[in-house]
């Protein structure tokens, strides 16, 4: 049990990568994704129907319209049936049991990446975020170069049922992610006040309030953690959680109490969801560089802010089933 995380960021990009040669990962706060294969397994496959009833105006039929934005059904079902072309090279019959529950992620997880990708875009206008004609071509460029040539390149791109303007869009759409992904992660302050603090973690409020009696009459407090802390990871050093900003511990409950004291002070019983605490200050920083370890993880969770902000305010219409 542990305090602490370890923060991994992610290069947010929202966008499915069907371009295998342009492989970015691609996170969201709200969905879990399901392995989705790199575009080198996939064959030609026709699109997989979803069932939707011909529009009934002469516009193509959509699949999601995002801030009144349309998602294409036919954008879609391509992305889905080139999945499924996909599961056989990973020796998955699509229409076998697992093959069907591998479907119904994807069905769900392409079109949520597809919105995000979307509102990724939306997001990068208003933020007078832009990518140039001339960037989206160098780095066309540099994939075809990868892939043995134009020739090359457009053949594989005819093998995944995919155009050169198919593909030229979904790079600008990766670069377009990669821009606002960096904006957000420069947005976060390399310096920040830490405090330097420890606790004892029990099991019960009956325990932590014994251990506070000792506390009180004179304890001390590394000697406490040491015997009774159930925080194996910073029992032997004496609960120390060394010195961290706010945004970093998992229990903010304890984050909380720790800002609240000055060195020396220790907190009565604070209850998180790992249990009863009780804290004690052993220094403060009002300036202190942030580690890279704790800059990831605070990097990791503004992005993910950032990414749950966008779906919280968004006009989101779905017009296809899909599994979660």
């Known amino acids: 049990m542990t305090l602490r995380v370890t923060g991994i960021l992610a290069a947010l990009t929202l966008l499915l990568a069907s371009v295998a040669c342009v492989p970015m990962p691609i996170t969201s706060a709200t969905h879990t994704p399901v392995p989705l294969a790199t575009a080198t397994a996939l064959v030609p496959a026709a699109p997989t129907s979803t069932g939707v009833p011909p529009s009934p105006t002469p516009e193509p039929p959509v699949a999601a319209l995002v801030n009144g934005q349309p998602i294409y059904?036919?954008?879609?079902?391509?992305?889905?049936?080139?999945?499924?072309?996909?599961?056989?090279?990973?020796?998955?019959d699509p229409n076998s049991p697992e093959g069907r529950k591998k479907m119904g992620w994807a069905s769900d997880y392409i079109l949520n990446v597809m919105i995000e990708q979307v509102l990724t875009e939306q997001a990068a206008v208003a933020a007078g975020v832009v990518v140039s004609d001339a960037e989206v071509d160098a780095y066309m460029q540099m994939v075809i170069d990868e892939n043995g040539g134009e020739e090359a390149f457009r053949a594989k791109l005819a093998e995944w049922g995919e155009t050169y303007e198919d593909a030229w869009q979904e790079v600008r759409a990766q670069l377009i992610g990669m821009a606002m992904t960096q904006r957000i992660v420069d947005s976060v302050p390399t310096v920040a006040e830490h405090v330097h603090?420890?606790?004892?973690?029990?099991?019960?409020?009956?325990?932590?309030?014994?251990?506070?009696?000792?506390?009180?009459?004179?304890a001390d407090f590394a000697a406490l953690a040491q015997a009774y802390s159930q925080d194996t990871s910073t029992r032997a050093s004496g609960g120390d959680l060394g010195f961290f900003p706010r945004g970093i511990l998992v229990a903010p409950e304890v984050e909380e109490a720790a800002f609240a004291l000055q060195p020396g002070q220790f907190s009565g019983v604070v209850t998180s969801a790992l249990g009863y605490h009780i804290v004690q200050v052993i220094e403060r920083d009002p300036a202190r560089p942030i580690s890279p370890e704790n800059l990831r993880i605070l990097q990791d969770r503004a992005i993910q802010k950032w990414i749950e902000d966008l779906w919280a305010q968004a006009d989101v219409q779905r017009f296809v089933e899909t599994s979660p």
């Open 73 to 92: 059904l036919a954008d879609y079902e391509r992305k889905l049936g080139q999945y499924e072309a996909s599961l056989p090279a990973q020796g998955i």
């Open 197 to 218: 603090a420890r606790h004892i973690l029990v099991d019960t409020p009956q325990e932590a309030e014994r251990i506070l009696a000792q506390l009180q009459a004179g």
